[in-house]
Each structure stands twice: as structure tokens, then as C-alpha cells.
């Protein structure tokens, strides 16, 4: 089991990496947009009816 997890940590850690690199660049074009967190709560109300 150990030598499995060992085998997939690259993988995991190179998905983490993307996830992070993905959530930062989210947020460059948020702040770039001037989105406040209220109007993000409003549209994702919109979007659900």
C-alpha cells in the first residue's frame, strides 16, 4: 500500500499544483472584473431559477 501511494504522489501533487495555478488565475479575473463578493452571491441566485 505504501509503495502504491508513493508510486501516485506525483500525480496528486501535479493535480494540486493545476488546482491552485487554476483558483489564482479565477481570481485575477475577479478582482480584474471588480467582482465583490456580493455581486458573485447574486448572479449564482440568477443562475439557479
Not at 27 to 45: F, Y
Amino acid at each position: 500500500m505504501q509503495a502504491e501511494k508513493k508510486k501516485r504522489y506525483p500525480e496528486y501533487r501535479q493535480a494540486k499544483e493545476k488546482m491552485i495555478e487554476l483558483l489564482t488565475a479565477k481570481n485575477n479575473v475577479e478582482r480584474i472584473l471588480g467582482l465583490t463578493e456580493k455581486e458573485k452571491n447574486r448572479d449564482r441566485q440568477q443562475k439557479a431559477r
